[in-house]
């Protein structure tokens, strides 16, 4: 119950293209959904996040949709640059608890 | 840039050997928190510190251990390390409270020969 399922485990994008990465949670107690970005060697960058009150969230290229009855949420990456070339993990924590618990990554690479 | 440094950034440790990371938390956090990543895993909880104290604890040995200090600095300690420590500790501030952002460091690459 207190698993993040994150999908695809990779993904390639044409540069230009939309690179989409979702993730599902079962605990229903969860009312925090971060998204992490994490380049090679580095830690883990907070890229945006969402809680359950709103079913979307837009900075820049980057969109979280969020689908409170199904307990699915994505990223959506807008035009995607291969600078954006990184692992993205997707998070949930509750605001009674004290951990935040993170899927197992999406490794994207935008081809040029 | 979080705020957040972590020390040292590598190091390599002998099958059961101990060793301390160390962590100084973004300015105004009072929380911190500490987390294991394995090659090509995400982040896992080990434990939380608010107050000087254990706040939480993950799926993690007692030879995990830690502390924070009143200036919401923290250390992690890890007793007869095995082979499988081998990862990127993580740590993170935050303010108390879940459901709010933690900010992570850069991390510490343990390798245990």
């Known amino acids: 119950q207190q698993q993040v399922k994150q999908s695809p485990q990779s993904l390639i994008v044409q540069k230009g293209g939309i690179s989409i990465i979702n993730c599902a949670y079962e605990?229903?107690?969860?009312?925090?959904f971060p998204w992490y970005q994490q380049f090679p060697g580095k830690g883990p960058a907070l890229l945006i996040a969402?809680?359950?009150?709103?079913s979307e969230k837009k900075e820049g290229r980057f969109t979280i949709s969020f689908n409170k009855s199904a307990k699915q949420f994505s990223l959506h990456i807008m035009d995607s640059q291969p600078g954006d070339s990184a692992t993205y993990f997707c998070a949930a924590s509750d605001t009674g608890g004290f951990k935040t618990i993170f899927g197992a990554g999406t490794r994207l690479f935008v081809k040029a | 840039e979080t705020g957040v440094t972590q020390s040292p950034t590598h190091l390599i440790k002998t099958r059961g050997q101990q060793v301390t990371l160390r962590c100084s938390s973004q300015?105004?956090?009072?929380?911190v928190s500490w987390y294991q990543q394995a090659l090509g895993q995400g982040p896992q909880f080990i434990f939380q510190?608010?107050?000087?104290?254990?706040?939480g604890r993950g799926n993690f040995p007692p030879r995990f251990s830690g502390l924070q200090f009143p200036n919401y600095s923290s250390e992690l300690n890890v007793n007869a390390l095995e082979l499988d420590d081998s990862a990127l500790y993580l740590c993170?501030?935050?303010?108390?409270?879940?459901?709010?952002?933690?900010?992570f460091g850069e991390g510490s690459w343990l390798t245990v020969v």
């Open positions: 969402i809680r359950p009150d709103v």
């Open positions: 993170a501030s935050s303010l108390q409270g879940g459901g709010n952002t933690i900010y």
């Open positions: 510190y608010y107050r000087e104290e254990e706040n």
């Open positions: 605990n229903t107690a969860f009312d925090y």
């Open positions: 300015s105004g956090h009072n929380t």
